[in-house]
T-cell receptor, first 113, second 115 residues
Framework: QKEVEQNSGPLSVPEGAIASLNCTYS??????FFWYRQYSGKSPELIMS????GDKEDGRFTAQLNKASQYVSLLIRDSQPSDSATYLC?????????????FGKGTKLSVKP | DTEVTQTPKHLVMGMTNKKSLKCEQH?????MYWYKQKAKKPPELMFV???????INESVPSRFSPECPNSSLLNLHLHALQPEDSALYLC??????????????FGPGTRLTVT
């Protein structure tokens, strides 16, 4: 059973702080990793994708991947109240001739003004 | 532009009704997906269309019937649903179904309530 694990939270950080969201996955052959942000009652929005070991930065967001440890993380710098949402980690897995996304259960982030 | 549109935004239907959900994308993507999401749960894959052909059906009950009329459109036909089928139904698309890239873009969803 291929699994993606996330702490459900809630993770509470003060405004301006760094929020750190973590995810582990079970399928060692996974090649692609994604972070989605989902506001309450809305659909998931893709905010980061990462395919290689190391860091990938996009604005205030940094995704980090360590395939040896089967670990992927998302850092949000200078957190804003508008970052308050559930963050879903998703991992691409092989499924025959094509693949699929396996989602973690999500981490709820609350940024306090 | 990474826009996927879905209609209707909200749908209330009785258990004997027949209704359809619609999804459209104009990004030239060749893979389209239907997901179901219950409150406080992650999206749950229902169907995958790859190059307009159904390639994955995750053991979904036959009261849900997908259709892909062309590469831009995806429908989900609903019939004789149960109250437990009430959920947010999400459509997504990706450039192709290759295992090397899975950047899936979601539409806004249809909030379905079965009474």
């Amino acid at each position: 059973q291929k699994e993606v694990e996330q702490n459900s939270g809630p993770l509470s950080v003060p405004e301006g702080a760094i929020a750190s969201l973590n995810c582990t996955y079970s399928d060692r052959g996974s090649q692609s990793f994604f972070w989605y942000r989902q506001y309450s009652g809305k659909s998931p929005e893709l905010i980061m994708s990462i395919y290689s070991n190391g860091d990938k930065e996009d604005g205030r967001f940094t995704a980090q991947l360590n395939k040896a440890s089967q670990y992927v993380s998302l850092l949000i710098r200078d957190s804003q109240p508008s970052d308050s949402a559930t963050y879903l980690c998703a991992v691409g897995v092989y499924g025959g001739s094509q693949g699929n996304l396996i989602f973690g259960k999500g981490t709820k982030l609350s940024v306090k003004p | 532009d990474t826009e996927v549109t879905q209609t209707p935004k909200h749908l209330v239907m009785g258990m004997t009704n027949k209704k359809s959900l619609k999804c459209e994308q104009h990004m030239g993507h060749r893979a389209m997906y239907w997901y179901k999401q219950k409150a406080k749960k992650p999206p749950e894959l229902m169907f995958v269309y790859s190059y307009e052909k159904l390639s994955i059906n995750e053991s979904v009950p036959s009261r849900f019937s997908p259709e892909c009329p062309n590469s831009s459109l995806l429908n989900l036909h609903l019939h004789a649903l149960q109250p437990e089928d009430s959920a947010l139904y999400l459509c997504a698309s990706s450039q192709d179904p290759s295992p090397t890239t899975y950047e899936q873009y979601f539409g806004p969803g249809t909030r379905l309530t079965v009474t």
